[in-house]
């Protein structure tokens, strides 16, 4: 990064939003030096650092920037699909200012010297905060445990076995038990793969569309054993993307029982559920699959009520090579970093969801798990922040999107609520014209 | 009647036929009446009517079907049309990798009709969005194949005279069987009470919200039935991953007649074919008194005319 740093700056009236300190409230966030000098009301009455530029906010929300846990780049390996650079993008677009990488490229990030690869990459590249999620098992085979210490030391965040359960209980009991003496978080998908062998949410609609279905117990068997080889062996562990209400109560009874255990939810399972794929429309194609509406509402309950941490975008560029095949061949994933916080408020504006948890589970709960000083803005703080307006009405173009891949769900939606700014460690990178 | 009647178009106001699902119950007995028409031309010694001529007619099938794809062309050619099979081998498709390919390239050549055949539910929606000509779904996976239902229909009505109060049991593997849900919605929107009967691993899920009676004990499936239709177990599914084994199903899931007595003394005995008799049915059924497996593959030619000539009143005259 260029030597140059950027002006001071002081975001006046404002909505302060920090999950850290449970703030909403008119103030100010004052930024110099890439960090948050101070933020809330109490910045209000702090004067203006020399030379900073002054912004006024016209009552619009300045909150954390976004830390996306799940986000799928295809660098290296499929940079037809996304890049650091164009992912980055689409991440300032959509008020996200660190993104959790999954390992799942080719190669897989299962050696330190990858981990360093994609820092370099993203340090030259990219214009948001990118956080390499290692493979917790050589190759992702599910076989062979990775070497979790030198991979931390190179700069995993996490590990994970990404969009692929480790079968083996034996395996994944050695492998929490080993990541536990380096304090390091296993990140899990939780679908029994054996169980998990069709395309769409097992049931009456998979049975008229003449689709073979993942039962929703494929995710509460993996869940229920995972959560007992935590017990036994006493691991930090997150369920990556939990889809069902079941699976929500399995990780409600872990918390209870004072197992080290978090869960996060994807955007799409709670804006979107089975009924929206429509003609196999295969942009709705994902793992999990899309539920019921029953399990989006449970699912959008357990955000509210905490038992779900954290809300992530599942980015996963695919090309037309991928996609455009009938439903069954057509691989899984859709793209959602540009639409992660206006999709999300969706929930805001329903009722379901008051503004300062719904941030939280996308600021503070991904940042405190993963041990990242951003997503708060406390003093001290890198200046990762957003300015967003919570109504402004706008419509995802296909031909606006700025990911590679425009395999969006959100396809011509109407959100109400825009990123109108981006900051990360002080600097614009992004601006709504 | 004439394909370029208004007030005919007008009963079957649809480009494609994708499947029995969104038809109206008005616009499946349209179809039936043409096709009783069809049948009575294709019983006569001049067969053609050229309703389709100088239209060009594509069999494209992706799955092997000699019973299918030979009704289709022949209902074809009796409508006067230019019918061309392409068989794309199964093994040569890497992965529905030509589907969209192939699709733009017989689009070039100005097709008519597309008669698409695919291995996977929901390949033939994805192809008729890709071409500008009418399509039919002649079998997308597990999903649908609406002219096995209608020529289903077709056979029954024309034996009973009417569709609708009859019992009808659909009997065998209901999971895998594109035909069982063809017919499940079709009867049903005619007004038959619709059983299925079936070990439960070869039922759906959701099979008791589908507007069916779930039978697992064959002789109670059967009591009372005026209509008796079997289907086809694929072998793959017949040692151990469905069912135990051939001798295990054929005990307590093949049509013999004793099981067949159980059903109305005038019941009728259908399977969409091909047979394998000494599975899911005694060959002295089969080819018993009771039985319409023959006659379902004239309705078929009948059917495949009728449903070419509805589609033909949309095709652009210039």
């Known amino acids: 990064m260029a030597a140059d740093t950027p002006k001071p700056l002081v975001l006046t009236n404002a909505r302060?939003?920090?999950?850290?300190?449970?703030?909403?409230?008119?103030?100010?966030?004052?930024?110099?030096?890439?960090?948050?000098l101070a933020a809330g009301p109490e910045a209000l009455n702090q004067g203006t650092p020399y030379?900073?530029?002054?912004?006024?906010?016209?009552?619009?929300?300045?909150?954390?920037?976004?830390?996306?846990?799940?986000?799928?780049?295809?660098?290296?390996?499929?940079?037809?699909?996304?890049?650091?650079?164009?992912?980055?993008q689409a991440a300032a677009a959509g008020g996200v200012t660190t993104i959790v990488t999954l390992p799942e490229t080719d190669p897989v990030i299962d050696d330190p010297a990858l981990v360093d690869f994609i820092l370099r990459r993203a340090r030259d590249t990219a214009i948001v905060n990118v956080r390499p999620m290692a493979a917790l098992t050589k190759g992702l085979a599910g076989q062979d445990m990775t070497e979790i210490g030198l991979l931390k030391e190179a700069g995993a965040v996490a590990f994970t076995n990404g969009h692929k359960s480790v079968r083996n209980a034996q395996i994944m009991r050695r492998i929490l038990t080993y990541a536990k003496d380096f304090g390091a978080l296993v990140v899990h998908h939780t679908e029994d793969p054996d169980l998990a062998g069709g395309s769409m949410n097992a049931g009456l609609n998979a049975s008229w569309k003449g689709l073979s279905g993942v039962p929703r117990e494929a995710e509460i068997i993996m869940l229920e054993r995972d959560l007992r080889l935590v017990a036994m062996s006493k691991g930090r562990y997150h369920a990556n993307l939990v889809s069902t209400s079941d699976g929500a109560d399995v990780v409600r009874v872990g918390k209870d029982r004072g197992l080290d255990v978090t869960a996060g939810v994807s955007i799409n399972h709670l804006t979107q559920n089975?009924?929206?794929?429509?003609?196999?429309?295969?942009?709705?194609?994902?793992?999990?699959?899309?539920?019921?509406?029953?399990?989006?509402m449970a699912m959008v309950a357990a955000v509210a009520d905490g038992s779900i941490d954290v809300i992530c975008s599942n980015h996963d560029p695919q090309d037309v090579e991928t996609k455009r095949h009938p439903w069954a061949d057509a691989e899984d994933g859709a793209i959602g970093l540009e639409t992660l916080l206006a999709a999300a408020l969706r929930l805001y504006h329903a009722g379901d969801i008051e503004l300062l948890p719904l941030l939280r589970a996308m600021t503070l709960n991904p940042a405190n798990r993963l041990g990242l000083e951003a997503g708060r803005l406390t003093a001290g703080a890198p200046a990762d922040v957003i300015v967003f307006d919570?109504?402004?009405?706008?419509?995802?173009?296909?031909?606006?999107i700025r990911s590679r891949s425009k395999n969006s769900p959100f396809e011509d939606a109407r959100f109400s609520g825009r990123v109108l700014t981006t900051i990360v460690a002080g600097r614009k990178v992004y601006d709504y014209a | 009647?004439?394909?370029?009647?208004?007030?005919?178009?007008g009963l079957f106001p649809h480009r494609h036929l994708l499947g029995i699902e969104g038809l109206q119950p008005h616009e499946i007995l349209g179809l039936l009446d043409r096709a009783d028409q069809a049948v009575e031309v294709s019983r006569q010694v001049e067969k053609i009517r050229p309703v389709l001529r100088g239209r060009t007619q594509i069999n494209l099938f992706f799955e092997a079907s000699t019973r299918t794809q030979s009704s289709f062309e022949i209902a074809g050619k009796r409508l006067g049309a230019d019918v061309m099979n392409m068989q794309v081998a199964a093994s040569s498709v890497k992965k529905g990798e030509t589907l969209i390919d192939t699709a733009a390239t017989l689009n070039a050549m100005h097709p008519d009709i597309l008669v698409v055949r695919h291995h996977a539910a929901g390949a033939v929606h994805l192809l008729a969005r890709k071409v500008d000509c009418s399509v039919i779904n002649a079998g997308d996976g597990q999903h649908e194949h609406p002219t096995q239902a209608l020529l289903d229909a077709l056979t029954i009505r024309r034996h009973k005279g009417k569709i609708a109060r009859l019992t009808v049991a659909i009997c065998g593997d209901i999971l895998h069987s594109r035909v069982a849900r063809s017919n499940i919605i079709l009867l049903n929107a005619l007004g038959a009470r619709v059983r299925v009967v079936a070990p439960s691993t070869l039922l759906p899920s959701g099979i008791d919200r589908m507007g069916v009676e779930v039978f697992r004990d064959m002789n109670e499936g059967l009591k009372g039935a005026d209509i008796v239709m079997m289907l086809r177990l694929q072998r793959e599914r017949m040692n151990g991953a469905f069912i135990p084994s051939v001798r295990e199903y054929y005990r307590f899931y093949g049509l013999d007649a004793e099981k067949l007595a159980y059903a109305k003394d005038d019941a009728l005995v259908m399977h969409p074919g091909p047979m394998n008799r000494g599975v899911e049915i005694d060959p002295a059924v089969a080819d018993g008194p009771q039985s319409l497996i023959?006659?379902?593959?004239?309705?078929?030619?009948?059917?495949?005319?009728?449903?070419?000539?509805?589609?033909?009143?949309?095709l652009p005259n210039h």
């Open chain 2, 1 to 9: 009647m004439s394909a370029n009647d208004p007030h005919r178009a």
């Open chain 1, 390 to 400: 919570v109504d402004r009405p706008w419509v995802l173009e296909k031909k606006a």
């Open chain 1, 51 to 88: 030379g900073a530029e002054v912004r006024d906010c016209d009552g619009a929300v300045v909150a954390p920037g976004l830390i996306d846990m799940c986000v799928s780049v295809g660098e290296p390996g499929h940079e037809h699909r996304e890049t650091f650079a164009s992912a980055s």
């Open chain 2, 294 to 314: 023959r006659e379902q593959v004239e309705m078929g030619v009948a059917v495949r005319m009728a449903v070419l000539e509805a589609l033909a009143a949309h």
């Open chain 1, 16 to 36: 302060v939003i920090d999950p850290a300190r449970g703030i909403d409230a008119p103030g100010a966030v004052i930024i110099a030096d890439g960090t948050i």
């Open chain 1, 274 to 296: 089975e009924n929206d794929i429509g003609p196999y429309r295969t942009f709705f194609k994902m793992s999990p699959p899309l539920r019921s509406e029953e399990d989006r």
